[in-house]
């Protein structure tokens, strides 16, 4: 472990204190020390993941000191949240893929079923585990995920199979699941592919898909569901409940504390914690709030002074809705780090309490909890895929890096798939035709920018740089690197200018689609400005419906679209493109048209319909931010878009702080948020 290594001004580093002196020259070198006995020390590697408990509380309490009310938590809740989902790399979710789940025969015990289930995740990819469920009930019942740790036998441990087991026969279905690279998936991957980091979003994606299996079933009740783990997967569980608000109660096993981030990288390997200014375990759990959540700990890890510090801190969260007791904590200081039946006990009771199941049916006479009528099954009796794997389907991944290709590809395809993609303007970003427009879309976490084609003035056409080649080929480029999709193209200079009154105008409405189809860009905005505005001036509609004939014409013949902003109401708006007559013109929607004319948003939105919108300034004048907004109820608006099938860009023009109108940065980031939030 130190061969080779050299350590600079090494003399300078000795302390009289031997422990500091180690630290001194062993940190530089990531490596660290641990006491094993008296003048006995044993060299290991730097663990980034285990802190001092002292500096653990600290970070804590600098964490918890930016909030202090519930308005305030629930907003720190709402940034964490889509960094977790994008740290995993899953803001936008792979598709299912088009299977049925391979389920072998059920096998019948005392008072409970068992059968193994393998849920393909990703083409060519499984998630394999057993469902135990009760040998008789009535209706509906709960639900109750159960990720098994790093411990030796994974899923085919005695402890997993008493629990589960126990679960099923107080009445709930228990799903047990391999974590990723572990138990019946080393058919596919080796054993070290289990501590990389993409293990992590594998793990979330699996139990994603296991909740979205387990509660499209007829008998599940989907208001009782819950999630518990010890060590590895409890850490798990924690992450998953906060992500997922389907999960009603959770319980931690021998997982959690402020000074420990998770010992292997499916804990740690992704950068969640960076979220929120950094963030650590205990806040996760916090989000779980008002959920009833059971934190169990001892002695013998890292959990061993959660009564300390930890726990006050999450009673304090849940006292904030009312529901201080509904965060518990059974400590046990002489345990060490397992799932024995010390664990188990306080975990069926509290499950007993909060998913009303019979705990009777797992206790003898006396009260106490038996678990000697539960068969514990050989391990090949859980397999999914026969004793040697000979059942694995021919289109299984083979390896790590086929895995790797597989799932970039498969997300690339869900963000491609987005129903709702969120645009900004690089003109409203201060950013007219500028690459730096591209990369503050991608720090926004804005999907998509709209760029410009240039100004117009008395030009015969636009000053668009765009036809250049070298030029386009670098904005090309810089989207491609960025992860930013140029949507359109917009030819704002008719704000100002005629569209209607220009003797030239065929000539800007050719470089556009020109520009659009070098750039592969299918629609472009072409506002009719001050000068066409048919409310205020009708004199123009048939030289605007004339232009808007030919203008379709040349779009229609390159295969693109022009979407058009008018100050007319919905039913005016459909009767003109009836009269352009034309599949390539559209309505470019405007939310602040009908709001500063009183006219009812929804109402607008129907009458036009989809097929008539090709995309939608989900914006009004600038005073407030959307979610400021009282004019806007957007998540009325989702429900409506929804229902007419609308999919497509929403794009953030206006609705800056009046306070702050010309900080970009400031209100174009609190706008994506919001709409990422209410629409992806």
């Not at 997993?160 to 572990?182: E, I, N, T």
């Not at 050989?378 to 790797?404: C, R, T």
């Not at 232009?547 to 039913?571: C, F, N, P, Y």
């Not at 405007?590 to 989900?618: Q, T, V, W, Y």
């Amino acid at each position: 472990m130190v061969a080779n290594k050299k350590v600079t001004y090494a003399d300078w580093k000795y302390r009289p204190d031997l422990e500091v002196t180690l630290e001194s020259i062993l940190t530089p070198l990531e490596l660290k020390v641990k006491k094993e006995g008296d003048k006995k020390y044993k060299l290991s590697v730097y663990e980034y993941y285990r802190w001092v408990p002292t500096e653990g509380w600290a970070e804590l309490d600098r964490i918890a000191a930016q909030y202090n009310t519930v308005a305030e938590w629930e907003k720190r809740k709402a940034e964490l949240i889509p960094c977790m989902k994008e740290a995993l790399q899953l803001t936008h979710l792979p598709a299912l893929p088009n299977s049925k789940p391979i389920i072998t025969p059920k096998r019948n015990y005392d008072g409970y079923t068992v059968e193994n289930i393998a849920i393909e995740i990703l083409p060519g990819l499984w998630i394999n585990g057993s469902l135990y469920k009760p040998a008789k009930y009535k209706g509906k019942i709960p639900v109750i995920l159960n990720p098994d740790g790093h411990w030796e036998k994974q899923r085919y441990r005695a402890d997993c199979q008493y629990r589960c087991a126990a679960f099923a026969k107080m009445g709930a279905m228990a799903f047990s699941y391999d974590l990723f690279a572990w138990g019946e998936s080393l058919l596919q991957f080796k054993i070290e592919d289990h501590r990389r980091s993409l293990s992590m979003t594998i793990q979330a994606l699996g139990s994603i898909r296991i909740l979205d299996y387990l509660l499209a079933q007829k008998d599940a009740d989907t208001n009782r569901v819950a999630m518990t783990g010890g060590s590895g997967a409890g850490s798990h569980t924690v992450l998953m409940t906060a992500l997922d608000n389907r999960i009603k109660v959770s319980a931690p096993v021998v997982a959690i504390s402020s000074y420990f981030y998770g010992g292997c990288p499916c804990e740690s390997g992704m950068d969640i914690h960076s979220c929120g200014g950094r963030t650590d375990n205990v806040e996760i759990a916090a989000m779980a709030a008002p959920r009833p959540q059971l934190l169990i700990s001892d002695g013998g890890d890292w959990t061993d002074k959660m009564p300390e510090h930890d726990f006050p801190y999450l009673q304090k969260m849940y006292s904030w809705y009312g529901k201080k007791d509904d965060v518990q904590n059974e400590h046990l200081p002489n345990d060490k780090h397992d799932f024995s039946i010390t664990k188990r006990v306080p975990l069926y009771n509290f499950m007993a309490k909060y998913l009303n199941l019979n705990i009777k049916a797992i206790q003898n006479d006396s009260g106490k909890i038996d678990e000697s009528k539960i068969t514990i099954e050989p391990e090949q009796a859980m397999y999914v895929f026969g004793d040697k794997g000979e059942k694995l389907p021919a289109h299984a991944i083979h390896g790590f890096e086929n895995l790797e290709k597989v799932f970039s590809e498969e997300i690339q395809k869900a963000k491609n798939n987005q129903r709702y993609k969120i645009g900004l303007i690089d003109l409203m970003l201060l950013k007219r035709q500028k690459l730096g427009a591209i990369t503050l879309t991608a720090q926004l976490k804005a999907d998509g920018v709209e760029v410009d084609m240039g100004g117009l003035g008395t030009r015969p056409t636009f000053d668009n740089q765009l036809l250049i080649d070298s030029v386009r080929n670098q904005f090309i480029k810089t989207a491609k690197e960025n992860n930013v999709e140029i949507f359109s193209l917009a030819m704002t200079g008719y704000y100002a200018q005629s569209f209607c009154g220009r003797d030239e105008y065929k000539r800007s409405i050719e470089d556009c689609i020109t520009t659009m189809k070098l750039m592969n860009v299918k629609t472009a905005f072409l506002p009719l400005g001050v000068q066409c505005d048919l409310k205020k001036t009708p004199a123009v509609r048939d030289s605007v419906v004339a232009r808007l004939k030919v203008a379709g014409k040349m779009a229609q013949d390159a295969g693109v679209v022009i979407g058009i902003e008018t100050a007319l109401s919905a039913k005016e708006e459909v009767q003109l493109l009836k009269d352009i007559n034309s599949p390539a013109i559209k309505i470019y929607f405007n939310f602040s048209n009908p709001l500063k004319e009183g006219r009812d948003l929804i109402s607008e939105l129907k009458i036009l319909g989809k097929d008539r919108i090709c995309m939608i300034h989900a914006t009004n004048k600038d005073s407030v931010w959307l979610q400021n907004d009282p004019q806007i109820d957007m998540h009325k608006v989702k429900k409506c878009l929804d229902e007419m099938g609308y999919t497509g860009w929403l794009v953030i023009e206006r609705s800056r702080d009046a306070k702050k109108a010309s900080d970009t940065k400031y209100n174009y980031g609190a706008n994506t948020a919001y709409l990422k939030k209410v629409f992806q």
